[in-house]
């Protein structure tokens, strides 16, 4: 059975990037299924930090990117959106060019709140960052916290 209340659609999920960091960084959505959903990015000057690896805010950034967007494929959009709550990411591994790949799982989807696992694997399928979202689930409608 799958965690979807909407099939995501590739190619419209890539549309909602334009003009936004992840246009910036080259990210794009590859692929899901019934347990996950992947998604790119390239690792090249723009996600480098200055010594020339991937910075890891633009890992966060991948991460953080798929696992809302994860989320919104799982609500009621016109009852609820999602906003992040709290992003952790342990870099484990140094990348200097190609792309990276990450793979969101459900760890928690809840009635207020979601938990994805992301992990980032490099060309060679070497696991280089593994990240854990926590998304909150609110009420259209709401406020949230000043």
């Known amino acids: 059975m799958s965690l979807w209340r909407r099939t995501p659609d590739i190619d419209g999920l890539n549309a909602t990037l334009k003009n936004t960091i992840g246009e910036q960084l080259d990210i794009r959505f590859e692929s899901f299924d019934d347990e996950s959903i ?7 000057s723009r996600t480098h930090q200055p010594y020339g690896l991937l910075h890891g805010g633009a890992s966060v950034v991948l ?17 609820f959106y999602c906003v992040g709550l709290e992003v952790n990411a342990n870099h484990l591994r140094a990348v ?10 459900a760890v928690h989807l809840g009635r207020s709140t979601h938990v994805w696992d992301i992990r980032l694997t490099t060309e060679e ?22």
């Open 63 to 79: 991460a953080e990117t798929l696992g809302s967007t994860a989320s919104y494929q799982c609500i009621d959009v016109e009852k």
């Open 38 to 44: 992947t998604a790119s990015m390239v690792v090249d």
């Open 125 to 146: 399928g070497k696991t280089s960052c593994i990240s854990r979202l926590t998304v909150a689930v609110v009420a259209l409608g709401s406020e949230l916290p000043k």
């Open 96 to 105: 200097r060019s190609g792309r990276v790949t990450a793979v969101a799982r």
